[in-house]
C-alpha cells in the first residue's frame, strides 16, 4: 500500500487560481450571508419551518404519540415477561428449598438407621467371633434384634452370613447340622416370593461360602443359604469387604408387600483394621456379613408426614446408578411439570447413585400480579399518552385563542381608539353647539325680559344644562368601560362639598317640599386630599335619585369616620330610628346597609382595613344617604348597579333618566378603594351607604377655622325632634357658636324667666312647635317682650320655604315681635351671612366665592387685554361677551395662524383662551410655536441682546394659554399640559368658569 502526500497550501493556491474573479465574488458573498445568520437563527428557521406550522406539528404530535404507545405496549409485554419470570424464579427457589430439606432429612434418617445396623456387626463381631464358645446363637440373635427393632424402625429385616472358605465346609456343616444350600434363582433376592423360592439343593462348591446363620423369626428360612449363589448378593458382598463401607443393592419389592426396598450390607471383619487398609487385606481380615433391608417407600411416608407442607410438593426418589434407566425408588412415574427440581442423595455407597426428584402438586395459578402490573402500566401509559394528547390538543386550541385573541386585540384596541376618536368628535360637535346655546341663553339672561321670557329662557337653559349633564355620563362611562377614567388628588373641605350639593337641589326640594340636610361627624378633618369633583358628582347622582323618587318626608346625608362605625360610638342624633327621623317620616335604619358591606364581620361591626390596608396618613369614610321616597324592590335590588338597567320600564317613563348614573357612582368608589350598598323597603325609603378612602389635608380638627365674631356665643336650639336638632347643632358649631339643646319649649320659658338666659345670643325654634301649640308659642312672645333682661336672645325661625312661613312672619310682625327667618337647608355660608345680617356684625369682605369676591372678579379682570381665539363666530361671540361684560377687554381670532401673529412677543395680551380643534393649524401647534416664540424672546432678554424696555418692562415672557375644546377625554387634557398650556376649559362653559380660570392667574400675579 502506498501513501500520498500533498501540500495542503499548494493545493489551495491552484484551487484559487483556477476560480475566476466572479467566482471568488460569489463565494465572499456567500460567505458573509452565513455569517449573518448565527446558529440560533438557523435553529429558528428550521423550527419555525418544521414546527411551528400547525400542520407540521400534528403530523410530528402523531407519530411521537404512536411511537409512545407502541413502545409502552412492548415495554407492557417486557414487564410481564420479567415479573413472570421473576415468579418462576422465586418457585424455583422455594422448590429446590423444599425438595432439598427433605432429601436432607431423608439422608439423615437412612444414615441414623445405617449407623444402628453397623452398631449390629459390631455387636456380632464381639459376641461371636471374639468368645468361644459364641455367646450368640439364632434363638438370641432373633430374640435380640425382635428388641431392638424400635432402634431401627426404617429397617424391614436383618440376618448374619458368615464367612466359610471351602476347606472348612464341612466342619461348619457337622456344627450347624445343615448343609450348605444354594439360592434357586439369582436374579431374585433372598426376601422375594416366599418359601417356595429357596430348595434344598447344596451350594456348589467353590472356594468359599456366605451361608446365614443369624436371622430374624421374619426371615428364618434364609438360613443356610449361601449368599454368594445370588448374584446381587455376591456383588454386595464382595464390595463390601473390599471397601469397609455399607453397599446397597437395587431397588426390589420386599416379601409379602409391594413396596420396594434395599439392602444394606457390612462386612465383619476379625480385627479392627486401620482406615489406610488395602482391598486385599480387608478380603483377607473378613469374616462374616452382616446385611439389613431397608424400605425406601415407608421412609419417606414417614419424612413427608413430619412436615406441614407435604401436599404443597410431589417428591419422587431414583436410584440412577444407570442414568440412562433410572430406578424408581419411590412415587408415581408422572410426566414432569416446567418447574422441577433434583437433589441428590448420599446413602453411604459411594457406587450406588439416588436422586429426589421433587415438583409442585399444583399447577402454578395465574401470575396475576405481572398480568394487572403490565396492563395497568399499559393503562398508564395510555392514559399518559391521552393526557399529552389532549394536552397538545388544548395547548394547539390555546394557541389558536391567543392568536384569535391577538386579532380580536388589535381589532378591540383600534375600536377603542376609533370609540374614543368617535366620543371627542361627538362630544366636540354636541357641544360646540350647545356652548353658543347656552352661551348666548346667558346673554338674554343678562337683557331686559319679562317674567314669560325670563322662564322660557330658564327653560331652555335647563334643558341644555341636562343634555350637557348627560353627555358628560354617557363620556364617563365610556372612560370607565376603557379603563381610562383617573382620580384627582387635590385639598378639599368635604363641608363645603356637601353644601354646594345642597345649594344645587335646594330648589327642587323646595318644588316638592321636602326637608334636606347634612351632617358631618366631628371626628372627620377639616380637609381632605380626594378628587371631590368626582366625590361630589357620587353625592349628586344619589342625591338627585332621591329627591327623584322621593315624594314627601326628607333626604339626609351622613358622614362619619369607619372607627365610629365599627366601635358603635356614632354621635348622638346621627343614627336614625323609627321614631326619630328628620321629618318624622320612617325610615330604613342605615345600620342595616352598613351590614351590606364586605368590610362588616359576622356581628355587625365594620373592620376599617378589610380588603385595603390604610397607610397612616389615609381614613376610610362611610357615607350615607338615606331618604323617605318610594323604595326599591327586593328582587330589583341587585341590578340598579347595572349600566342602563332600572327598576322597571315604568320608571323610566314617570321619572325618567337613563340608569347609568349608579353604575357611574359604584366605578368612581371602586376608584376610590371603596363600596357602595343600598338597603331599601318599599313605601318607607332607600338608605344608600358607600365607602371611601382620602388622606388627610392637614392635622386640624374641624370647625379649627371659625368665623371671630360668633366666638363665645350660646344658642339654645327648641325642637322635641332630636335628629333635626342634631342637624341645627352641627352648622352652629361649624359657626363656633356654644349650643344647648331643648325639647319641650316650656322649659326655655322657664330659663328666661329665672333669669339663667343672661349668656343665650339667640334661640332658633323649628316652625312646627309653633304651628302646633298656639298657646305655648303667645306665652312665649309675651314673655320675652315684657323681659327686663338687657340683652334678650335673638329669635331665629327654621323653616322651609312656602307661604305658610310668610303669613306666620307677617302675623308676629303685628305682635310687635318679628323673629328672623332662616331658610332650609342650612348650609354654613348661609347660616353665617343670616345670623350675621340679624346680630348687625355682617362683614362684606367675607363674602367670597371660593376664595374671591364677585367684586374682587371684576377688579381682576377690568382693563385686562384677552385674547380668544376660535374658528367658531358663536363661541368667540359667546367668549367674548361672557369677559366683556366683566370689564375685559377682549381681542379675537379665528385660526391658530393669526394668533400666533397676535402673540408675537412684544405684545400687550394678558391671557389667551385657545380652541384645541381649529383648521389649517389646531391649538397644539399653536401654542407650541408661541412657547417657543417666547423661549427666544426670554434667551435674548438674558443675554441682554433686547432690553427689558423695549419689550414694554416685560423681563420674562410667558402668557397664559387656557384650552377651550369640547373634548373631554382625559388623554387631550394631558397633550394640552404637555404641549405648554396653563389650563383646560371644557365646552359648553358659562362665564363664572371663564371668570375663575382667568382670575386664578391674575391673583397668583398680584399674590407674587
Not at 414487564?79 to 422465586?90: G, L, R
Not at 432429601?103 to 468368645?131: E, G, K, P, Y
Not at 327686663?788 to 322651609?800: G, K, Q, S, V
Not at 328672623?820 to 354654613?828: A, N
Request: charged share 25%; with cysteine.
Amino acid at each position: 500500500m502506498s501513501y500520498l502526500f500533498v501540500d495542503g497550501e499548494e493545493m489551495e493556491r491552484k484551487k484559487i487560481n483556477n476560480y475566476t474573479f466572479s467566482d471568488i465574488i460569489k463565494l465572499w458573498f456567500w460567505y458573509d450571508l452565513f455569517m449573518e445568520f448565527s446558529f440560533k437563527d438557523w435553529g429558528n428557521h428550521l423550527y419555525n419551518h418544521y414546527f411551528v406550522s400547525k400542520k407540521v406539528r400534528e403530523r410530528w404530535w402523531r407519530k411521537l404519540l404512536c411511537c409512545w404507545l407502541i413502545g409502552w405496549f412492548i415495554g407492557s409485554q417486557w414487564i410481564f415477561w420479567f415479573m413472570n419470570s421473576q415468579a418462576d424464579y422465586k418457585r424455583r427457589e422455594t422448590l429446590a428449598s423444599m425438595c432439598d430439606e427433605r432429601a436432607r432429612m431423608l439422608q439423615d434418617q437412612f444414615n441414623v438407621s445405617m449407623n444402628h445396623v453397623q452398631a449390629l456387626a459390631i455387636l456380632v463381631s464381639t459376641f461371636h467371633h471374639s468368645m468361644s464358645p459364641s455367646a450368640i446363637d439364632q434363638m438370641t440373635f432373633a430374640r435380640y434384634t425382635e428388641r431392638t427393632l424400635f432402634e431401627r424402625p426404617l429397617t424391614s429385616w436383618v440376618a448374619y452370613a458368615v464367612k466359610v472358605p471351602h476347606s472348612e465346609r464341612e466342619e461348619f456343616e457337622r456344627k450347624q447340622g445343615w448343609s450348605i444350600k444354594k439360592m434357586v434363582k439369582d436374579e431374585e433376592h433372598p426376601t422375594r416370593g416366599n418359601d417356595s423360592s429357596f430348595e434344598d439343593e447344596p451350594s456348589p462348591i467353590k472356594e468359599e461360602y456366605a451361608p446365614v446363620i443369624f436371622a430374624q423369626d421374619t426371615i428364618k428360612h434364609v438360613i443356610s443359604v449361601d449368599l454368594l449363589t445370588g448374584k446381587e448378593d455376591r456383588d454386595n458382598i464382595l464390595r463390601a469387604r473390599e471397601s469397609g463401607k455399607g453397599v446397597l443393592t437395587a431397588p426390589f419389592n420386599l416379601l409379602k408387600s409391594n413396596r420396594l426396598g434395599v439392602i444394606l450390607t457390612f462386612a465383619v471383619y476379625k480385627e479392627e483394621l486401620p482406615s489406610n487398609a488395602t482391598p486385599n487385606e480387608r478380603i483377607e481380615s473378613a469374616i462374616g456379613y452382616l446385611g439389613g433391608v431397608f424400605d425406601v417407600e415407608t421412609l419417606v411416608d414417614k419424612l413427608l408426614h413430619q412436615l406441614a407442607c407435604k401436599q404443597s410438593i410431589m417428591v419422587n426418589v431414583y436410584d440412577t446408578t444407570n442414568h440412562l434407566e433410572p430406578i424408581s425408588m419411590y412415587g408415581s412415574d408422572v410426566i414432569r411439570n416446567r418447574i422441577y427440581h433434583n437433589s441428590s442423595l448420599n446413602f453411604g455407597d459411594p457406587y450406588r447413585r439416588h436422586e429426589m426428584h421433587c415438583r409442585f402438586k399444583h399447577k402454578r395459578p395465574l401470575p396475576w400480579l405481572a398480568i394487572t402490573t403490565s396492563i395497568g402500566s399499559l393503562v398508564i401509559a395510555l392514559l399518559v399518552g391521552y393526557i399529552f394528547h389532549a394536552t397538545v390538543n388544548r395547548i394547539a386550541k390555546v394557541e389558536d385563542e391567543y392568536l384569535n385573541m391577538i386579532e380580536l386585540k388589535i381589532r378591540a384596541e383600534a375600536a377603542d381608539v376609533a370609540k374614543s376618536q368617535f366620543l371627542a368628535t361627538v362630544s366636540h360637535e354636541i357641544r360646540t353647539p350647545m356652548n353658543g346655546v347656552l352661551g348666548m341663553l346667558q346673554m338674554l339672561m343678562d337683557t331686559n325680559l319679562d317674567i314669560t321670557q325670563q322662564d322660557f329662557v330658564t327653560t331652555a337653559q335647563a334643558s341644555g344644562k341636562a343634555l350637557v349633564a348627560l353627555i358628560n355620563e354617557v363620556l364617563d362611562q365610556a372612560k370607565i368601560e376603557s379603563g381610562k377614567l383617573e382620580l384627582e388628588a387635590i385639598k378639599f373641605d368635604i363641608r363645603e362639598v356637601l353644601d354646594d350639593v345642597l345649594s344645587l337641589f335646594s330648589v327642587k326640594s323646595l318644588a316638592k317640599d321636602l326637608e334636606l340636610a347634612a351632617l358631618v361627624s366631628d371626628q372627620v378633618p377639616e380637609n381632605l386630599i380626594g378628587d371631590p369633583g368626582r366625590f361630589r358628582q357620587i353625592i349628586t347622582n344619589l342625591m338627585g335619585n332621591s329627591i327623584k323618587f322621593t315624594e314627601r318626608g326628607h333626604i339626609l346625608v351622613t358622614v362619619n369616620l369607619a372607627e365610629e362605625v365599627m366601635g358603635s360610638s356614632v354621635q348622638e342624633g346621627m343614627e336614625s330610628t323609627s321614631t326619630n327621623t328628620l321629618s318624622g317620616y320612617p325610615v330604613v335604619s342605615r345600620r342595616h346597609s352598613w351590614e351590606q358591606l364586605n368590610s362588616f364581620n359576622h356581628e355587625g361591626l365594620m373592620i376599617p382595613n378589610s380588603f385595603y390596608v390604610l397607610s397612616s396618613d389615609e381614613i376610610k369614610l362611610v357615607i350615607s344617604v338615606e331618604d323617605t321616597g318610594s323604595g326599591i324592590p327586593k328582587e330589583s335590588q341587585p341590578q340598579i348597579f347595572t349600566p342602563f338597567m332600572q327598576v322597571g320600564p315604568s320608571i323610566a317613563r314617570i321619572h325618567g333618566g337613563t340608569g347609568i348614573g349608579l353604575s357611574i357612582s359604584k366605578c368612581l368608589i371602586g376608584l376610590m378603594k371603596g363600596e357602595i350598598t343600598v338597603a331599601s323597603e318599599p313605601e318607607i325609603g332607600s338608605t344608600f351607604t358607600f365607602t371611601a378612602v382620602f388622606s388627610h389635608g392637614n392635622h386640624l380638627k374641624p370647625n379649627e377655622h371659625r368665623l371671630r365674631e360668633f366666638q363665645g356665643m350660646r344658642a339654645v336650639i327648641v325642637d322635641p325632634r332630636l335628629s333635626r336638632s342634631v342637624v341645627t347643632r352641627y352648622h352652629l358649631q361649624r359657626l363656633g357658636i356654644s349650643v344647648e339643646i331643648v325639647t319641650d319649649p316650656n322649659q326655655e320659658i322657664s330659663h328666661v324667666k329665672n333669669g339663667t338666659s343672661m349668656d343665650v345670643n339667640m334661640v332658633l325654634i323649628e316652625k312646627d312647635i309653633w304651628l302646633k301649640d298656639t298657646d305655648s308659642y303667645s306665652r312665649f312672645l309675651g314673655k320675652l317682650r315684657n323681659s327686663n333682661l338687657p340683652n334678650f336672645p335673638r329669635l331665629f325661625l327654621l323653616a322651609n320655604p312656602g307661604n305658610t312661613c310668610m303669613k306666620f312672619v307677617a302675623k308676629e310682625s303685628s305682635m310687635g315681635i318679628v323673629p328672623t327667618l332662616v331658610m332650609k337647608p342650612l348650609r354654613s355660608s348661609m347660616l353665617a351671612s343670616s345670623l350675621q345680617r340679624a346680630l348687625g356684625t355682617e362683614d362684606k369682605e367675607n363674602h367670597r366665592h371660593n376664595g374671591l369676591s364677585l367684586s374682587s372678579l371684576r377688579s381682576l379682570l377690568k382693563g385686562r387685554n384677552i385674547l380668544v381665539v376660535d374658528d367658531n363666530l358663536v363661541n368667540l361671540r359667546v367668549a367674548a361677551g361672557a369677559l366683556k361684560k366683566y370689564g375685559a377687554e377682549v381681542a379675537r381670532a379665528d385660526s391658530g395662524k393669526k394668533a400666533i401673529s397676535m402673540l408675537k412677543p412684544p405684545h400687550q395680551f394678558d391671557a389667551c383662551f385657545m380652541d384645541i380643534q381649529m383648521p389649517e393649524m389646531d391649538g397644539f401647534e399653536a401654542t407650541k410655536i408661541i412657547r417657543s416664540m417666547e423661549s427666544d424672546m426670554n434667551d435674548c432678554i438674558k443675554r441682554n441682546e433686547i432690553s427689558p424696555e423695549d419689550c414694554s418692562g416685560v423681563k420674562y415672557w410667558h402668557i397664559p394659554i387656557l384650552a377651550m375644546t369640547a373634548d373631554v377625554i382625559q388623554a387631550t387634557h394631558e397633550k394640552c399640559l404637555k404641549c405648554g398650556m396653563d389650563g383646560y376649559v371644557s365646552k359648553p362653559f358659562e362665564g363664572e368658569e371663564l371668570y375663575r380660570e382667568v382670575a386664578r392667574f391674575f391673583y397668583a400675579k398680584k399674590t407674587q
